[in-house]
């Protein structure tokens, strides 16, 4: 299961995020959580010293189209490929039950806690007045274009803040979104946003409240968004802990926020998988970025680079070396 943490600058995404992946990390499945946030803080609060994070997908993205795009026909080079690219026979696919392919050997650790981890990267020197952050998140979208999840996998995405995750497709490449709010008119603002946005694409949300201190702030977020209000965090010391470098242990955490994170996890397994859905938003996005940018790019027509016998799904990994003329 895919899951993506949004919410507006400060709400504690990331934090939960982290908290999340560690949580589920415990109940035995492989994990990996991604830092797609402009802010690279996921590594730091999972216990990931700066020397020791792995190498940053988005420094390393022609690395990853040529792995990715395999023998695929349709796919002229790496340099044809764009952040919206979907796989099509002879495209490679990445498994987390087997993650000893070249995108996690070179591009995830293990952290001290138990999940993986993976990275965008910040942005450099070279990066600034000349570069949209965009680019390095685009390493996710073909990362989960290209992956192939099963039950009891998870991937974890600490998306950017506030509504910028729409300005691509990333945002479809999720069975489920928990979208933090922190109970506040900015907080919820962002809310009705994503929820707006996301409903245009059957997109499905839950709102996990953050920072509250009490029956006030619940009744509040009940107010302004509902029952998309899933569960909801308190005020905790053991975070605090966490989040100035303290040790910390999930144990440490009161027992109503070790409960909502047990309620995270029953509701994402709730949710069905939807590859045909998965599928469909993929090229739909694909053909929107060649006609928006991407065929002038590349000098190329995209269009055909999707490949229409291509199922995705778990389907696909018995073709994913077969090489088929368009």
């Given at each position: 299961?895919?899951?993506?943490?949004?919410?507006?600058?400060?709400?504690?995404?990331t934090t939960l995020s982290?908290?999340?992946?560690?949580?589920?990390?415990?109940?035995?499945?492989?994990?990996?959580?991604?830092?797609?946030?402009?802010?690279?803080?996921?590594?730091?609060?999972?216990?990931?010293?700066?020397?020791?994070?792995?190498?940053?997908?988005?420094?390393?993205?022609?690395?990853?189209?040529?792995?990715?795009?395999?023998?695929?026909?349709?796919?002229?080079?790496?340099?044809?490929?764009?952040?919206?690219?979907?796989?099509?026979?002879?495209?490679?696919?990445?498994?987390?039950?087997?993650?000893?392919?070249?995108?996690?050997?070179?591009?995830?650790?293990?952290?001290?806690?138990?999940?993986?981890?993976?990275?965008?990267?910040?942005?450099?020197?070279?990066?600034?007045?000349v570069a949209c952050y965009?680019?390095?998140?685009?390493?996710?979208?073909?990362?989960?274009?290209?992956?192939?999840?099963?039950?009891?996998?998870?991937?974890?995405?600490?998306?950017?803040?506030?509504?910028?995750?729409?300005?691509?497709?990333?945002?479809?490449?999720?069975?489920?979104?928990?979208?933090?709010?922190?109970?506040?008119?900015?907080?919820?603002?962002?809310?009705?946003?994503?929820?707006?946005?996301?409903?245009?694409?059957?997109?499905?949300?839950?709102?996990?409240?953050?920072?509250?201190?009490?029956?006030?702030?619940?009744?509040?977020?009940?107010?302004?968004?509902?029952?998309?209000?899933?569960?909801?965090?308190?005020?905790?010391?053991?975070?605090?802990?966490?989040?100035?470098?303290?040790?910390?242990?999930?144990?440490?955490?009161?027992?109503?926020?070790?409960?909502?994170?047990?309620?995270?996890?029953?509701?994402?397994?709730?949710?069905?998988?939807?590859?045909?859905?998965?599928?469909?938003?993929?090229?739909?996005?694909?053909?929107?970025n060649a006609a928006a940018?991407?065929?002038?790019?590349?000098?190329?027509?995209?269009?055909?680079?999707?490949?229409?016998?291509?199922?995705?799904?778990?389907?696909?990994?018995?073709?994913?070396?077969?090489?088929?003329?368009?």
């Amino acid at each position: 299961m895919r899951v993506a943490f949004v919410g507006k600058g400060g709400s504690g995404k990331t934090t939960l995020s982290a908290l999340f992946s560690r949580f589920v990390a415990g109940h035995g499945g492989p994990v990996v959580a991604i830092d797609a946030d402009i802010n690279q803080h996921l590594g730091m609060i999972l216990g990931v010293e700066e020397p020791e994070m792995p190498r940053p997908l988005g420094t390393h993205l022609a690395e990853i189209k040529s792995y990715l795009r395999g023998d695929n026909p349709r796919i002229a080079s790496a340099e044809a490929m764009v952040k919206t690219t979907p796989p099509g026979r002879g495209s490679r696919l990445l498994r987390l039950d087997l993650p000893t392919d070249p995108i996690h050997e070179r591009f995830a650790i293990t952290t001290p806690q138990g999940p993986g981890l993976m990275v965008t990267g910040p942005f450099d020197e070279s990066d600034l007045g000349v570069a949209c952050y965009h680019s390095k998140v685009g390493a996710v979208e073909l990362y989960l274009n290209h992956l192939v999840d099963g039950a009891g996998e998870y991937v974890v995405v600490d998306m950017t803040a506030g509504a910028d995750s729409f300005a691509s497709g990333l945002f479809t490449r999720f069975d489920l979104t928990f979208l933090v709010a922190e109970p506040s008119r900015q907080g919820v603002s962002v809310y009705r946003q994503y929820r707006d946005y996301a409903a245009e694409f059957d997109v499905p949300i839950a709102v996990v409240g953050n920072k509250v201190h009490g029956e006030d702030d619940v009744a509040f977020l009940r107010a302004h968004v509902g029952d998309d209000l899933l569960t909801w965090f308190g005020h905790s010391r053991a975070v605090r802990a966490l989040e100035q470098g303290r040790p910390f242990a999930l144990g440490d955490l009161e027992r109503p926020n070790l409960d909502a994170l047990a309620v995270l996890l029953r509701h994402l397994d709730g949710q069905p998988k939807d590859w045909a859905r998965f599928g469909r938003q993929a090229v739909e996005f694909h053909l929107r970025n060649a006609a928006a940018w991407a065929n002038r790019a590349t000098g190329q027509d995209l269009a055909t680079q999707v490949d229409p016998d291509f199922t995705f799904g778990p389907a696909a990994l018995g073709l994913q070396h077969a090489s088929v003329a368009p």
